[in-house]
């Protein structure tokens, strides 16, 4: 029964990811209680000789109190030499300190065992009967109150029980009671009741050291994302600043010298532009895939031909760091989503080249198995085994690159895991700190294709549209408006809902299309315009979203709405794009 109670209450912890931890905890509080309780027992040592002082012979009174001189200063010394001398922060992670402490204390009990089990032989012998009763309800109650205290242990508590209780059990055996048998029998039951009572206790105490443990590690792991994302912020803050800050300057340069606008200054300020725009696209990002906005399409592509326009679109950066962008692409089909597959190997590829100092980047693709086996690998700086475990944890930079200028907001890799695991796709990131790092995911194969459909380019919308804008930044509706008049559209535009609706009712106009933002005034949403418009207007009226609201909560219920939505700052490329896309359900009404 004891054996089956200690495998279920004392065996399931040493696997646990805190194990040592917890080792250690148990260990802290231990020696923090044991001081105290070795002042309570040669206490009741004395107290017990002091009772038998008259009955006992001189010699066992001689024996009694030399052996708590021996013992006591013994445990002192121990505990003394414990507190004087902390151990070392390195010892939280060596288990051989506690080990070798673990030891000591077995030993410490087991003479404190021997001390007090050596009651009955010094002083039964002439004891009266309330004597002995009074010795044993010392030493019930010196035996029980550990239980508790040293439940982290209950192997020394067993250690300082048994040799107590099996004396007394002994002498006790041995006494005539007549037909009385309880008295016999009391002794090994108390042992047997506690020490299955400290093995529950124990139990007891390392959840509660677990569920510490636990918290603590929970905090620190919150603080170190609070910290992470005040760095983000800080990297964000400046990344985001520098191009707005150059897009302000060639805009107040060429309003006030309009002689300089030239096709390169507009270049360099839609580049600026651009630059900003793509910061915020990582976190929308992030956003999108939260909030479970990110559809899984799969379709067969040809992988060879998909990976040549990866390669183009980074062959330049490449060449500019003096790289060798090299591609070796078994000629097969694999069946996943396109987008998602392009993220995902664009995102790892920006991070090959931005930490790979000199060499290659290569990226391989061959059969494993049944799957297809596709890698990034580089000739870089690599990562610790520490830090690829936090290379995917969001607003975290695990590496420092000097040489490299463009300074990344820790987005990169979360966004991969996330779009892997939405993808049902397995990964694996292996480095080497100085040796460079492999990015592995596998695909499904399908039957080969020989060619791939390039992603349609911006089209233009051959069919004239009236167009309702409601966004109520003045800025925005302007901007947008000459965007779609310079494609030939006839647009209206209104700063909130009652303007849409008086525009309708009163001016009879009745659009195409309705281009709406998702935050009016009055704390009105997309839902709200397009609920009140489609009954004026009738359901058939076509509807385009564009916020700036990334929430993930408001994601989710924007695509409920069932709705093409484009998320500020959006391109104007963007923005005729999706009306191409919707020029079919406006040729419909």
């Given at each position: 029964?004891?054996?089956?109670?200690?495998?279920?209450?004392?065996?399931?912890?040493?696997?646990?990811?805190?194990?040592?931890?917890?080792?250690?905890?148990?260990?802290?509080?231990?020696?923090?209680?044991?001081?105290?309780?070795?002042?309570?027992?040669?206490?009741?040592?004395?107290?017990?000789g002091l009772m038998f002082y008259r009955s006992a012979p001189l010699e066992s009174l001689l024996i009694w109190f030399a052996a708590i001189t021996f013992v006591g200063l013994n445990s002192w010394a121990l505990i003394r030499y414990h507190h004087c001398r902390p151990e070392p922060?390195?010892?939280?992670?060596?288990?051989?300190?506690?080990?070798?402490?673990?030891?000591?204390?077995?030993?410490?009990?087991?003479?404190?065992?021997?001390?007090?089990?050596?009651?009955?032989?010094?002083?039964?012998?002439?004891?009266?009967?309330?004597?002995?009763?009074?010795?044993?309800?010392?030493?019930?109650?010196?035996?029980?109150?550990?239980?508790?205290?040293?439940?982290?242990?209950?192997?020394?508590?067993?250690?300082?029980l048994t040799p107590v209780f099996f004396s007394f059990s002994w002498h006790i055996f041995n006494m005539d009671f007549g037909e009385e048998w309880l008295p016999s029998v009391t002794p090994p039951l108390t042992w047997i009741s506690l020490v299955v009572f400290s093995?529950?206790?124990?139990?007891?105490?390392?959840?509660s050291i677990i569920l510490r443990l636990e918290h603590r590690r929970n905090e620190l792991a919150e603080q170190d994302k609070n910290d992470a994302k005040t760095r983000f912020i800080a990297v964000a803050s400046h990344d985001l600043?520098?191009?707005?800050?150059?897009?302000?300057?060639?805009?107040?340069?060429?309003?006030?010298?309009?002689?300089?606008?030239?096709?390169?200054?507009?270049?360099?300020?839609?580049?600026?532009?651009?630059?900003?725009?793509?910061?915020?696209?990582?976190?929308?990002d992030l956003s999108r895939i939260d909030a479970g906005a990110v559809n899984v399409n799969r379709e067969t592509i040809f992988l060879p031909a998909f990976i040549e326009q990866?390669?183009?679109?980074?062959?330049?950066?490449?060449?500019?760091?003096?790289?060798?962008?090299?591609?070796?692409?078994?000629?097969?089909?694999?069946?996943?989503?396109?987008?998602?597959?392009?993220?995902?190997?664009?995102?790892?590829?920006?991070?090959?080249?931005?930490?790979?100092?000199?060499?290659?980047?290569?990226?391989?693709?061959?059969?494993?198995?049944?799957?297809?086996?596709?890698?990034?690998?580089?000739?870089?700086?690599?990562?610790?085994p520490s830090q690829v475990n936090d290379a995917f944890e969001e607003?975290?930079?695990?590496?420092?690159?000097?040489?490299?200028?463009?300074?990344?907001?820790?987005?990169?890799?979360?966004?991969?895991?996330?779009?892997?695991?939405?993808?049902?796709?397995?990964?694996?990131?292996?480095?080497?700190?100085?040796?460079?790092?492999?990015?592995?995911?596998?695909?499904?194969?399908?039957?080969?294709?020989?060619g791939l459909t390039a992603p349609a380019a911006a089209s233009q919308v051959s069919q004239s549209l009236r167009i309702l804008l409601v966004d109520d930044e003045e800025a925005v509706r302007d901007a947008l408006s000459l965007l779609l008049v310079s494609e030939q559209h006839d647009v209206w535009t209104a700063a909130d809902i009652p303007q849409a609706l008086n525009m309708v009712k009163e001016d009879g106009l009745v659009p195409d299309l309705l281009i709406t933002d998702d935050r009016l005034p009055g704390g009105?949403?997309?839902?709200?315009?397009?609920?009140?418009?489609?009954?004026?207007?009738?359901?058939?009226?076509?509807?385009?979203?564009?916020?700036g609201n990334t929430d993930p909560g408001r994601i989710q219920a924007l695509k409920a709405l069932n709705a093409p939505v484009l998320y500020k700052p959006v391109s104007g490329a963007d923005v005729l794009n999706a009306l191409a896309e919707l020029r079919e359900e406006v040729r419909s009404v």
């Open positions: 029964m004891l054996n089956t109670l200690y495998k279920k209450y004392l065996s399931s912890f040493s696997d646990h990811p805190l194990a040592t931890d917890i080792q250690w905890e148990r260990h802290r509080l231990f020696m923090t209680e044991v001081g105290s309780r070795m002042i309570g027992a040669v206490i009741a040592a004395l107290l017990v922060e390195h010892s939280r992670h060596n288990l051989a300190y506690t080990r070798r402490w673990h030891w000591l204390n077995l030993y410490q009990a087991a003479i404190w065992g021997i001390l007090w089990a050596m009651t009955p032989f010094l002083f039964f012998p002439e004891a009266s009967d309330i004597q002995v009763l009074s010795v044993l309800m010392v030493v019930v109650v010196l035996s029980s109150t550990p239980s508790v205290t040293m439940g982290c242990y209950p192997d020394i508590y067993i250690t300082f093995i529950m206790i124990h139990r007891t105490h390392m959840e600043r520098q191009p707005v800050q150059a897009a302000r300057l060639y805009a107040e340069a060429m309003a006030n010298h309009p002689e300089i606008i030239t096709g390169d200054l507009i270049s360099r300020l839609n580049s600026s532009l651009h630059s900003a725009s793509h910061l915020l696209d990582r976190l929308l990866l390669v183009a679109t980074h062959s330049v950066h490449a060449r500019q760091k003096g790289l060798r962008l090299e591609t070796d692409i078994a000629s097969v089909s694999v069946h996943c989503d396109g987008s998602i597959l392009m993220e995902i190997i664009d995102n790892v590829l920006t991070n090959a080249i931005r930490y790979t100092l000199q060499g290659k980047v290569t990226i391989s693709a061959e059969r494993d198995k049944q799957k297809i086996l596709l890698r990034v690998s580089d000739t870089g700086i690599g990562m610790t607003f975290v930079q695990v590496a420092d690159c000097p040489d490299d200028t463009g300074q990344g907001m820790g987005l990169g890799l979360p966004i991969v895991k996330r779009l892997c695991s939405l993808h049902q796709l397995a990964f694996r990131l292996n480095s080497a700190k100085g040796q460079g790092s492999c990015f592995s995911v596998w695909l499904d194969e399908t039957a080969t294709l020989e009105y949403g997309a839902s709200d315009v397009i609920r009140v418009l489609r009954r004026e207007c009738g359901p058939q009226l076509a509807v385009l979203i564009i916020t």
